[in-house]
């Protein structure tokens, strides 16, 4: 079992930046393959940004690469989402995710955090 808790959402300006983290526990975090989601009102949640177990690989969604930045320190047990250049597009709840293989990361990860809210004003 993995635990998941996602910290560092709030309101900025269009143009701003924020860093999410998300502290797992549980069973052993570096194993795990992580992902960031999110999900707008009235919209699907969608695929964010992911990172290899070992932080060797990263893969991002179109709509944020180049903006945003995901990492991990396998040591503190915990994964980052550096968001610059917000837009208000990306208004939504962000969610951590695990997934014990590479290929269910981006699509259908085994555990999910809560969520934290972004509010980007324009």
């Known amino acids: 079992q993995v635990q998941l808790v996602e910290s560092g959402g709030g309101l900025v300006q269009a143009g701003g930046s924020l860093r999410l983290s998300c502290a797992a526990s549980?069973?052993?975090?570096?194993?795990?393959?992580k992902g960031w989601f999110r999900q707008a009102p009235g919209k699907e949640r969608e695929f964010v940004a992911a990172?290899?177990?070992?932080?060797?690989?990263?893969y991002y969604a179109d709509s944020v690469k180049g903006r945003f930045t995901i990492s991990r320190d396998n040591a503190k047990n915990t994964v980052y989402l550096q968001m610059n250049s917000l837009k208000p597009e990306d208004t939504a709840v962000y969610y951590c995710?695990?997934?014990?293989?590479?290929?269910?990361?981006?699509?259908?990860?085994?555990?999910w955090g809560q969520g934290t809210q972004v509010t980007v004003s324009s």
């Open positions: 995710a695990a997934a014990l293989l590479k290929n269910h990361v981006s699509d259908r990860p085994d555990y």
């Open positions: 990172i290899s177990w070992s932080g060797g690989s990263t």
């Open positions: 549980g069973r052993t975090f570096s194993s795990y393959h």
